[in-house]
């Protein structure tokens, strides 16, 4: 079962490019790797989803090493609106394998 | 389109009482999830369906029921409150690929306070 560890908390400042990494070093060979953002009082919602290389959206990237141990979020220029909760999720897509969800990444950012 | 509808919003119950949370969605999605989400942690899942007449066991399901008569209402029951249900519930649908680990889309939650 992949296990994901994420940063507890990390700041940044408005305009920059925010780049959170998480860790999955036993990901299996059909796993992929999913981000969601969760606001406060608002559910989760999801950013964007991987398997390899590069994935980019209108929202964020995601880029995923060859070894996929790990994959990094990208969030470029943020806003205060970006101030979100930010998990990681591994899994297979063709199964009913449960997800499990960590505690996430709490990304504060200052004006 | 609305998406994922939860009522109520937020509720108080005293301990032994039961109570319904509803969920309806309108994107014609086969799988549908119950969350609990508890202060500072993760989403833990209780229940899951795959299809209407279908639903299975998640991480926590006690103290909890579900039914899944069409697709488009999943909702939870709660027999005897305890405070330990005290949480946040999510509801969430996604699309009919298969798998739990295609995107979900979530509602808002229902905040239940269990006295």
């Known amino acids: 079962l992949a296990k994901t560890t994420q940063p507890i908390s990390m700041d940044s400042y408005e305009g920059q490019e925010v780049n959170i990494t998480c860790s999955h070093n036993n990901i299996a060979t059909n796993d992929y790797i999913t981000w969601y953002q969760q606001f406060p009082s608002q559910g989760p919602r999801f950013i964007i989803q991987?398997?390899?290389?590069?994935v980019t959206n209108e929202v964020a990237s995601l880029f995923i090493p060859a070894d996929r141990k790990s994959s990094t979020l990208s969030l470029p220029r943020v806003s205060l609106s970006d101030t979100a909760v930010y998990y990681c999720l591994v899994g297979p897509m063709d199964s009913n394998y449960q997800l499990i969800w960590g505690a996430g990444t709490k990304l504060i950012i200052k004006p | 389109n609305a998406g994922v509808t939860q009522t109520p919003k937020f509720r108080i119950l005293k301990i032994g009482q039961s109570m319904t949370l509803q969920c309806t969605q309108d994107?014609?999605?086969?799988?549908m999830y119950w969350y609990r989400q508890d202060p500072g942690m993760g989403l833990k899942l209780i229940y899951y369906?795959?299809?209407?007449?279908?639903?299975d066991k998640g991480e926590v399901p006690n103290g909890y029921n579900v039914s899944r008569s069409t697709t488009e209402d999943f909702p939870l029951r709660l027999e005897l409150a305890a405070p330990s249900q005290t949480s946040v519930y999510f509801c969430?649908?996604?699309?009919?690929?298969?798998?739990?680990?295609?995107?979900?889309?979530f509602g808002d939650g229902t905040r239940l306070s269990i006295l």
């Open positions: 369906s795959v299809g209407a007449g279908i639903t």
């Open positions: 991987g398997y390899k290389t590069k």
């Open positions: 994107m014609n999605h086969n799988y």
């Open positions: 969430a649908s996604s699309s009919s690929g298969q798998g739990l680990n295609q995107p979900q889309h």
